[in-house]
């Protein structure tokens, strides 16, 4: 574990936003008055070792820390009892990308032990059920992303797919507690502000 | 003690020149499948403050292609954006989309507890919490934790969005990091 997470740094990083501060908005525009901002997301994981491994080995991430949570607060916050065990890693997403310096939100993963947590399915049969959660990746290398995931033995639900212009390939696969995942590749522009599909 | 180690390996290892064979991949998006869009724009847009920046039907099969489902679906997505500032500082965040799948609708998924292995939860931080509180209460949203006050400034709760995706929502003040960043 890094020393540089102590636990007032990690609950810094639990409590962290990216982005708050409110722009004026114009007399004439209308609500929200609020300015909210995604900072993280934490998935609820059953291994965090398998989980740490598929997002730092397998797509690139960075692992920034790694700890036990003894805080309550930081449990009353996320509804487990005091008594349960929580283990809390963080990773963050590479900052450069194609010559350019990006950094994405990060990425948190939490295991709950004492006894571990139930496990959220899909009905029978369905790979795509309302309520779930997908992540849009970008990444420079879907050649090595893919033999990663086969290597790391994920469930791949899109081979790599080249878009009809060949410039873009898509992967779709599941993390290891089923979180879907697209992962793309394509030539380098903006994508901060890009919507996901371009209508024909 | 082993699992530290492993930890400490594996950072090494990342900081190593090995890390140049690493992919580098970022995370621009994050897709919430919802069952009622207007209820969950309600929630992002109205409660939360995201600003809305596309609003449209999907009309690109390739998507559902890559979604796995039948071209005789409908689809219809929501892109909403973060702001790009913090304080005045120019900050890059995941932006957020609803994606509604109807004709038929998706199945839901069973979530058999408050936190369950397989769920992602949502981070966000405003600078307006009471507004938000207001908003929520408004809507009848469901607070999973109601909002707490902490000695220091930070007041946060957790609510669940119209599906049940967890959402830890925060107000807090500038930590010495960033203010030394404005400076």
């Known amino acids: ?200 | 003690m082993k699992t530290i180690l492993a930890s400490l390996v594996l950072a090494l290892g990342l900081a190593s020149p090995l890390q140049a064979q690493n992919p580098e991949t970022i995370l621009p998006r994050n897709l919430l499948l919802v069952s009622d869009l207007e209820a969950s724009k309600k929630f992002y847009a109205y409660a939360l403050g995201l600003e809305i920046t596309r609003d449209a039907p999907i009309a690109d099969k390739i998507t559902f292609k890559h979604l796995g489902i039948a071209e005789t679906h409908t689809a219809h997505i929501v892109v909403l954006r973060p702001s790009p500032t913090l304080n005045g500082l120019p900050r890059e965040s995941a932006m957020l989309a609803l994606l509604q799948v109807s004709n038929p609708p998706l199945p839901k998924i069973q979530r058999p507890a408050n936190l369950a292995v397989g769920e992602v939860a949502l981070a966000l931080r405003t600078n307006d919490i009471e507004t938000v509180i207001k908003r929520l209460k408004e809507i009848g949203a469901t607070f999973a934790v109601e909002p707490v006050r902490t000695p220091d400034g930070l007041i946060e709760m957790a609510v669940l969005d119209p599906d049940g995706v967890r959402m830890q929502i925060n107000q807090r003040p500038d930590s010495e990091r960033e203010k030394a960043a404005r400076k």
Not at chain 1, 63 to 78: A, H
Not at chain 1, 117 to 126: D, K, N, S
């Open chain 1, 1 to 200: 574990m890094k020393k540089d997470h102590d636990l007032k740094g990690l609950m810094a990083l639990l409590a962290m936003g990216l982005c708050l501060s409110s722009p004026v908005l114009s007399q004439d525009s209308p609500a929200p008055a609020t300015v909210s901002v995604m900072s993280r997301m934490t998935m609820v994981v059953a291994d965090i070792e398998a989980s740490k491994r598929f997002y730092t080995y397998g797509l690139g991430y960075e692992l920034l820390g790694d700890n036990v949570i003894t805080n309550p607060v930081v449990k009353t916050q996320m509804g487990v009892a005091q008594d349960r065990t929580v283990r809390f890693a963080i990773l963050r997403s590479s900052h450069m990308i194609e010559g350019k310096k990006r950094e994405g939100a990060q990425l948190g993963l939490i295991q709950v032990g004492n006894p571990a947590l139930p496990v959220m399915t899909r009905p029978a049969g369905a790979d795509l059920a309302s309520g779930e959660t997908m992540m849009a990746m970008r990444t420079t290398n879907i050649d090595l992303v893919y033999a990663r995931m086969k290597e790391l033995k994920a469930r791949i639900l899109l081979e790599p797919m080249k878009s009809p212009d060949g410039k873009e390939t898509e992967l779709v696969v599941h993390d290891p507690d089923g979180v879907r995942i697209h992962v793309v590749q394509r030539p380098d522009r903006e994508v901060a502000d890009r919507p996901v599909e371009q209508p024909k």
